[in-house]
């Protein structure tokens, strides 16, 4: 995990200097959180099949991840608690977009797959936001987009490096 390194400051105006810099550091993540909230709202409400954001995020990581998963490895990687995954899944399952089965080779341990039903689930609620994404591409253009992107990218990775496991949280 690679940190920032610390900067030395010998006087009052560094001090303020410093504070500024916390503010500002502040005031991004501030603007990261609005975004994600305002942006989760628009997502969700074009979500085809009554999908919840969650959900979709859910289908959404076996397609960029990997299409097996247990429980606990989503709800890892969500952060959520396994209670709140399996609540998830159980939803998922319910509209064939996912199956839970028994592990072979264990006797408590669940396996999650995504199914063809939920990779055409998930790519029709991709297709559901393509009126939205026009707009905003309209608003701010690709190449501001491909701009932003590596910054937020790595500050992504750096915040994914930093997370902690939820409260209950196991191997199963």
């Known amino acids: ?6 900067r030395r400051r010998s006087s009052a105006a560094a001090g303020a200097s410093a504070e500024t810099e916390l503010q500002l550091a502040f005031a991004l993540f501030n603007e ?7 942006s989760a709202n628009l997502m969700e ?12 995020s859910v289908l959404n ?5 990997d299409d ?29 977009f996912i199956t839970v089965v ?3 080779d264990s006797g408590r341990r669940k396996l999650v797959r995504i199914t063809p ?9 991709i297709e559901s936001l393509f009126p939205e994404l026009e707009r905003f591409l309209t608003e701010f253009g690709p190449a501001a987009v491909r701009t932003q992107l590596p910054a937020l990218r790595r500050i992504r990775q750096y915040l994914d ?8 949280a196991d191997a199963t």
């Open 1 to 6: 995990m690679t940190r920032p390194k610390s």
């Open 32 to 38: 990261i959180n609005i975004i994600a909230q305002l």
């Open 45 to 56: 409400r074009a979500l085809p099949h009554g999908l919840t954001l969650s959900q979709f």
């Open 61 to 65: 990581w076996f397609i960029r991840v």
């Open 68 to 96: 097996l998963a247990t429980p606990g490895r989503l709800s890892r990687a969500f952060q959520v608690t396994k209670g709140a995954m399996t609540n998830t899944l159980a939803r998922l399952a319910e509209k064939k």
């Open 102 to 104: 028994a592990d072979p």
């Open 117 to 125: 039903v939920g990779r055409q689930a998930r790519a029709l609620a």
């Open 161 to 168: 490096e930093l997370r902690a496991e939820p409260p209950d």
